[in-house]
């Protein structure tokens, strides 16, 4: 059965500082992934995803993220964080045949320090 | 990507009653709709599939008799708790399936409070 593993609850960054995010999947086959944001009594957004092709992938709000086959990541990143960045990180892995069901990890509740 | 409401944002209600959440796509039309909960602190876990016009497929572990899914059009499902209890308290987030990106649309959540 697939699996998602985000291994850091919280992580505190000070505003400014670069954000690696980690995330590790357990899937019988190439999975599609996903990161996900999700601010405090809100819906989730899409930040990024992966399907195929480039192992580094853009997202929106600056955010990026590569796929690791050999280690099973998906590490979300940033060079720089902004206060606004402060929410719950979802990484989420599907099937790659269709949009069904997703999994998604116990996610990582970011705290932006001044 | 798509615009989808929830509606109630937040309801309370006593136990044994029943709480009926709709989920509407504003923009897109989807033929599978899923229907997640969310416990304080803790993931996203999937409750059912459903498909237009068809019966809700439900995760194991899920009552379909407690949580009744209607996806009523191809931008309407609702979700509705029947004799709600206050273990039922929970974020409930719906989300479109869109077979062309592969991706999902989720909703903004409605807050459900069993007193």
């Known amino acids: 059965a697939q699996s998602v593993t985000q291994p850091d609850i919280h992580i505190t960054v000070s505003e400014g500082a670069s954000l690696e995010l980690r995330c590790n999947y357990s899937?019988?086959?190439?999975?599609?992934l996903f990161w996900y944001v999700q601010s405090p009594g809100q819906g989730l957004q899409l930040l990024l995803k992966y399907f195929s092709g480039d192992t580094l992938v853009q997202g929106i709000k600056g955010f990026e993220a590569e796929f690791k086959r050999s280690q099973s990541s998906f590490n979300l990143r940033k060079p720089s964080v902004h206060w606004s960045d402060a929410a719950e990180y979802f990484c989420?892995?599907?099937?790659?045949?269709?949009?069904?069901?997703?999994?998604f990890g116990k996610g990582t509740m970011l705290l932006v320090s001044p | 990507g798509a615009v989808v409401s929830q509606h109630p944002s937040r309801v309370i209600c006593k136990s044994g009653t029943s709480v009926k959440i709709e989920c509407r796509s504003l923009d897109f039309q989807a033929t599978t709709m899923f229907w997640y909960r969310q416990f304080p602190k803790q993931s996203l876990m999937l409750m059912a599939t459903?498909?237009?016009?068809?019966?809700?497929?439900?995760e194991q572990g899920v009552e379909k008799d407690k949580f009744l899914i209607n996806h009523a059009s191809l931008t309407l499902s609702t979700l509705t708790v029947t004799s709600a209890h206050p273990e039922d308290s929970s974020f409930y987030i719906c989300s479109f399936g869109d077979s062309m990106s592969n991706e999902q649309f989720f909703g903004p959540g409605t807050r459900l409070t069993v007193l």
């Open positions: 899937y019988g086959a190439t999975p599609y």
């Open positions: 989420a892995v599907g099937p790659n045949s269709g949009y069904s069901t997703l999994t």
């Open positions: 459903s498909n237009e016009g068809s019966k809700a497929t439900y």
